[in-house]
């Protein structure tokens, strides 16, 4: 037994100074020689090809050709930023897709001008084609921002349940946030996009206030700018976040079961005009085609009989 002592104990000991020089003199000093040795050999230097134009740059020096005005800019970039695109040459490539679409459709128009009898709309072909085109852009960008705000409205019953839970877990509001940007990147990729932006503005210096409130100005969805007033007055005037929360969580939800009924309610009265003008007429040729083919038949008989 002391034999055994004597070994763990002096295994122990030879342990603890073989790691303590390792990470105190040898870990450094191999450091510091590959230090040394990368400082010693000389920088490569690697010659660049040239790259191809690609096609956005090329969107993006057509859209430059374009005048705009800093207020249309401005508003423009309101919309891009709302539909999810924060790209810093957005407005640019924008303008450039709407010029190449309108340059699209007019060839498409006088190409198609020849097909067209009417002599009105022989001339005006082209004229509507382009404007076609450049409106066009403008249409999908608008169908982008009220699907991502949809995306983002669905997605609030399910943020605010993990704000509760990590509030009322002793997280602060910053940090709460930070959490459900991390948690929901899977789940609801905008709404984690947008709270990591506002978790970056405030640590940029921006205040809580004015963060919030860049993101309602982001978002332009009602429900996001009920939520950022709610939690700007519960900060301001110190009442329970967690409480709030959560009742905002309940009436989103309720809300959101309302608008299912509603539109529950809607479908019977909108399926009214397919049934009569699709279904309606298949089912009087299936059953009663028969019968009036029948009828048809004898009367023709009976007339030819008199």
């Known amino acids: 037994m002391p034999i055994f002592l004597a070994f763990f104990l002096f295994a122990a000991v030879l342990s603890m100074t073989a790691g303590f020089g390792y990470y105190y003199y040898a870990k450094p000093s191999q450091l510091l020689d590959q230090l040394t040795s990368a400082a010693r050999t000389k920088p490569r230097y690697v ?10 740059e090329l969107l993006k020096f057509v859209g430059e050709l374009f005048p705009v005005s800093p207020q249309d800019a401005k508003l423009l970039k309101q919309d891009l930023i709302a539909a999810g695109i924060r790209s810093e040459s957005a407005i640019q490539v924008f303008y450039g897709i ?13 190409a198609g001008r020849d097909h067209v009898q009417n002599s009105l709309l022989h001339s005006l072909l ?44 002793g997280c602060g509001l910053d940090q709460a ?29 921006t205040s809580r206030a004015e963060a919030l409130r860049n993101l309602a100005r982001r978002s332009d969805e009602d429900e ?11 900060d301001r ?6 409480q709030s929360l959560r009742t905002q969580s309940d ?37 009663a085609g028969p019968g009036i083919l029948q009828l048809v038949r004898d009367m023709a008989s009976l007339a030819v009989n008199k």
């Open 47 to 56: 010659k660049r090809k040239p790259q191809a134009l690609s096609f956005s």
């Open 237 to 242: 005037f110190g009442t329970s976040i967690a």
């Open 98 to 110: 709407k010029l190449v679409a309108a340059v699209v459709f007019l060839i498409f128009g006088i």
């Open 251 to 287: 009436y989103l939800r309720i809300r959101r079961r309302q608008e299912a009924e509603e539109r529950a309610g809607k479908v019977g009265v909108k399926l009214v005009f397919p049934i009569f003008f699709f279904c309606l007429p298949s089912l009087l040729v299936v059953t």
């Open 177 to 205: 946030m930070v959490n459900v940007s991390r948690e929901l990147k899977t789940v609801h990729a905008e709404m984690s996009e947008e709270l990591a932006l506002v978790n970056m503005e405030i640590m940029a210096g």
């Open 126 to 169: 082209p004229v509507l084609g382009a404007a076609i085109g450049y409106m066009l852009p403008g249409l999908l960008l608008n169908r982008l921002i009220k699907r991502r705000n949809e995306r983002v409205r669905m997605a609030l019953p399910d943020v605010l349940d993990l704000l509760v839970v990590c509030t009322e877990a």
């Open 224 to 234: 996001i700018k009920k939520l950022v007033s709610l939690l700007v007055q519960t």
